[in-house]
């Protein structure tokens, strides 16, 4: 090896001096298998995402078709050959939907009924699912293994004791009884629900509260209910959309049409005549708009909930 001197480098060989293209060339050898790595990573992303459009495009089809026919003449909506998009759109479904005698009497017994299970259903799971979850009382793990079988029964099998327990009460055919049966339904799964949000609440906070002086109730409503939000809002939701969509409890507890809701008013869409599909269409188009409308009000303080539930340490 022979030492050459550099100007300004004294001590340093030819083959220091030189850069090393071979070094270079193995340095960038093991960053080659990078790319194909991550093309095989990523296969499995886009077979997953493939997956999750058509589930999405399956969920979705009954909805378009539903506000494609409304839209739809009498003649296109019975053609046997599909239409996908209306080719001489109308709102005389619409018109004929909103016309049809007892709408708004159904649409505001609804609201009455709905609004009144929601909130019922709203009150009583939050004090039995704080109850359930803070005290420790004889008969607490029997009470919710019964509430967790009571959910896993359909509530059509339900429907016979509930009707002989009012007949016998005298709750037949009138808005208390109709709620308070819409509320037996609902409320084994908003107990369950706000339990595990209750549970998740750190007892600390609560005896620091008492610390500070405050009594049961103010820790209830100022401390536990802003934590458990999230919970109350999930419930609601189950709340409003079993109640608003019920036809068979509230066909069988309710003997006067002037008291139907609005699925029993859907109903009369078919006749022995036959089916007006595109006035049903529309009318469950104007059916599910207060649902939507419901959940974008809901999905908010949802999310607010949860902010306001984050315990920091």
């Known amino acids: 090896m022979t030492t050459t001197t550099t100007p300004g480098v004294t001590g340093v060989t030819a083959s220091e001096a030189q850069p090393d293209v071979t070094g270079a060339g193995r340095a960038s050898g093991p960053t080659a298998p990078v790319a194909p790595v991550r093309a095989r990573r990523r296969k499995p992303r886009v077979v997953a995402n493939a997956i999750a459009v058509v589930f999405c495009l399956v ?58 299970a929601v ?50 009460l005298g709750l037949l055919n009138s808005y208390i009884g109709l709620i308070l049966a819409y509320v037996a339904s609902v409320l084994p799964f908003s107990i369950w629900v706000m339990r595990g949000f209750f549970v998740a609440v750190p007892v600390e906070i609560e005896e620091a509260a008492k610390v500070d002086g405050a009594g049961t109730f103010r820790i209830l409503w100022s401390v536990l209910f802003p934590l458990v939000m999230p919970g109350v809002i999930a419930t609601s939701v189950f709340a409003f959309i079993a109640a608003w969509n019920d036809y068979l409890t509230a066909y069988v507890m309710l003997k006067d049409q002037g008291m139907y809701t609005l699925p029993v008013w859907l109903a009369g869409f078919s006749t022995d005549k036959g089916t007006d599909f595109g006035g049903l269409m529309a009318a469950s188009v104007l059916f599910s708009i207060p649902v939507v409308v419901f959940f974008l009000i809901v999905q908010r303080r949802l999310v607010s909930g949860m902010t306001a539930g984050a315990v920091k340490g």
């Not at 506000?67 to 296109?76: G, I, S």
């Not at 050959?81 to 609804?110: C, H, K, M």
């Not at 019922?120 to 979850?133: E, K, P, R």
């Not at 959910?151 to 429907?159: E, F, H, R, V, W």
Request: zero cysteines; aromatic letters at 14%.
């Open 59 to 116: 969920w979705v089809f009954p909805i378009y078709w539903m506000v494609n026919t409304a839209f739809k003449p009498a003649d296109e909506v019975t053609t046997l050959t599909p239409i996908w998009l209306p080719l001489r759109p109308t709102l005389e479904n619409f018109t004929r939907a909103l016309t049809q005698d007892g709408f708004l009497v159904y649409l505001r017994n609804s609201a009455i009924v709905v609004v009144a």
């Open 119 to 168: 909130l019922l259903s709203i009150v009583v799971g939050f004090l039995a699912s704080a109850a359930l979850s803070r005290f420790r009382f004889r008969g607490r793990r029997t009470i919710l293994v019964a509430i967790l079988f009571v959910q896993m029964i359909p509530s059509g099998a339900l429907l016979i004791p509930l009707f002989l327990s009012f007949q016998s």
